[in-house]
T-cell receptor
Framework: DQQVKQNSPSLSVQEGRISILNCDYT??????FLWYKKYPAEGPTFLIS?????DKNEDGRFTVFLNKSAKHLSLHIVPSQPGDSAVYFC????????????FGKGTKLTVNP | DTGVSQDPRHKITKRGQNVTFRCDPI?????LYWYRQTLGQGPEFLTY????????KSRLLSDRFSAERPKGSFSTLEIQRTEQGDSAMYLC???????????FGEGSRLTVL
């Protein structure tokens, strides 16, 4: 039972345009959401996060939006750069202090020059 | 380099053999995590330590798997009697807080023949 779903395995965008990566979750007990970026042969790197009490968090070119009623979050990258090409993982954590992160399968983003 | 380091980076073994992976976290981080990632999947939580105490374990961590963190510094993950299904990337991460912002190592890739 996949609790965090990234339904698009891949996404291709042109440099300078907006990249939108989507993530859906099924467990309403999740209260904290994160995005990680992974380059080949490297471990995942934390990118941005959002608490369930917020609906938006912005950090430079990266913005995460959370729609709790739809159990949906998205990561916007604008403008996209070739160096953003990587696999992006959505992750969620449960209420109650569990240290476990539940990850989606990832979306491979390719930004074309 | 003061990031999370893992050793070995690659391990090829025959089915039935035991293997051990080591993780050295960022020195000031008291939280240490092990995750497993298979092809096409996101990282899956295995276990978590706070200092030397193992506080959370996934049901994925069968009795063939054991993790330790003596003295609250480095950690080891041992897999006994390896099976082909154990083939995966084993990721270690550390964190100074409980916000889910993990610092991952580059991983140890296990191939069981």
């Amino acid at each position: 039972d996949q609790q965090v779903k990234q339904n698009s395995p891949s996404l291709s965008v042109q440099e300078g345009r907006i990249s939108i990566l989507n993530c859906d979750y099924t467990n309403s007990m999740f209260d904290y959401f994160l995005w990680y970026k992974k380059y080949p042969a490297e471990g995942p790197t934390f990118l941005i996060s959002i608490s369930s009490i917020k609906d938006k968090n912005e950090d430079g070119r990266f913005t995460v939006f959370l729609n709790k009623s739809a159990k949906h979050l998205s990561l916007h990258i604008v403008p996209s750069q070739p160096g953003d090409s990587a696999v992006y993982f959505c992750a969620a954590s449960l209420q109650g202090g569990s240290e476990k992160l539940v990850f989606g399968k990832g979306t491979k983003l390719t930004v074309n020059p | 380099d003061t990031g999370v380091s893992q050793d070995p980076r690659h391990k090829i073994t025959k089915r039935g053999q035991n293997v051990t992976f080591r993780c050295d976290p960022i020195s000031e981080h008291n939280r240490l995590y092990w995750y497993r990632q298979t092809l096409g999947q996101g990282p899956e939580f295995l276990t978590y330590f706070q200092n030397e105490a193992q506080l959370e374990k996934s049901r994925l961590l069968s009795d063939r798997f054991s993790a330790e963190r003596p003295k609250g510094s480095f950690s080891t993950l041992e897999i006994q009697r390896t099976e082909q299904g154990d083939s995966a990337m084993y990721l270690c991460a550390s964190s100074p807080t409980n916000t889910g912002e993990l610092f991952f190592g580059e991983g140890s890739r296990l191939t069981v023949l």
